[in-house]
């Protein structure tokens, strides 16, 4: 029971560490992205914690299976590195009573994963899906600067100053264009517009003009006018695939669409995933000392990679038509299934 406990322990702390580390650099990396959409003015720097916050439970859903397959190659290699696996095998702990203890921490790691996939994930989706349609209906204000050009929409803007409530601009200078004319549109004042039955933003310019400069020839056309609108952004309704990661368990279970069943396995797999990946790595932890507790580690590390990387390609396959429903993603577990119970068997991790 003092070694259970202690094997335990060292697993479960690498397993933190390392899922850690992960998700440091993963929330970081989302948290830059969500920054160059607030510097081109799609987002308000208010919502950047809020969204990478939300996008944390997705991360971990991915990160768990890889974080606990590291933490056992490391703490079994550590073991067999400093010779205590042969005191332990000597003491008759056979490798079938440690993959049993193994599978035991599997087990509650995949219950914490299977939260995460079946109920935080698709909640933090919903949340996250909210703010986002939230953004789009704002102003966008917020990410100008007086005195600068910001990105707004497919224009440039630059506006002296800005209202306290950041929803009028003073002095405003807009530069837009295409293949064949540049557009520009200089004006006293602008405030934003909200079109009720699109939910698309139009920029309201009073007193002031518009410039259009073809690019054939040097001919220009000014508009004088007292009010113009100009469109910020369509609203982006979410697509099938958004909609279906934000559903809840109840409603993928009562929907027969293809996309909610994928959505349903994909959810599935990841916890299973775990156990599976244990039937292949542990039979892989054990190293010749002079040859470093490395060795074996970028293999295990490499399949794991295969096996996550195999089902998201699968999944888009069967969204697209071109794989079957079923046997669906648990192909690519059923595969795995059989390389972990081959290895088990060839290494003699089933022997008592």
Not at 132 to 143: A, D, L, V
Not at 345 to 352: D, I, T
């Amino acid at each position: 029971m003092i070694l259970y406990r202690y094997l335990a322990r060292e697993i479960i702390t690498s397993t933190l560490a390392v899922s850690s580390i992960l998700l440091l650099v993963i929330l970081g990396s989302r948290f830059a992205r969500y920054l160059g959409r607030a510097a081109s003015g799609r987002l308000s720097l208010d919502s950047l914690g809020q969204l990478t916050f939300l996008y944390l439970p997705y991360a971990a859903q991915m990160i768990l299976p890889i974080s606990f397959i590291l933490a056992v190659m490391m703490t079994f290699g550590r073991l067999y590195m400093e010779s205590e696996m042969a005191v332990i095998q000597s003491s008759g702990v056979s490798q079938r009573k440690l993959l049993k203890l193994v599978l035991g921490l599997g087990v509650l790691l995949t219950l914490v994963t299977g939260f995460s996939s079946l109920y935080l994930t698709p909640l933090a989706q919903l949340e996250s899906e909210k703010v986002i349609q939230e953004q789009q209906r704002r102003t966008g204000f917020e990410s100008l600067t007086p005195g600068q050009f910001v990105e707004l929409g497919d224009q440039a803007v630059y506006a002296e100053a800005i209202s306290d409530d950041q929803q009028t601009l003073q002095r405003v200078f807009i530069a837009q264009g295409d293949e064949s004319t540049d557009q520009l549109a200089v004006a006293r004042r602008g405030f934003q517009q909200l079109a009720e039955e699109t939910q698309s933003r139009f920029l309201i310019l009073e007193e002031g003009y518009r410039y259009e400069l073809p690019l054939e020839d040097l001919s220009m056309t000014v508009l004088d006018y007292e009010r113009y609108a100009l469109r910020l952004g369509v609203y982006q309704p979410p697509t099938i695939q958004e909609e279906v990661e934000a559903m809840f368990l109840s409603q993928l279970l009562a929907s027969d669409a293809l996309a909610a069943r994928v959505e349903l396995q994909w959810r599935l797999a990841l916890p299973v995933m775990v156990l599976i990946m244990v039937l292949v790595a542990f039979p892989l932890t054990k190293v010749n000392p002079r040859q470093g507790r490395f060795m074996t580690l970028l293999p295990v590390l490499f399949l794991q990679m295969i096996f996550l990387t195999g089902v998201m390609s699968l999944q888009d396959t069967i969204n697209k038509g071109q794989w079957p429903l079923y046997p669906g993603l648990w192909a690519v577990h059923a595969g795995f299934l059989l390389l972990g119970l081959l290895l088990c068997w060839c290494r003699g991790v089933f022997a008592k």
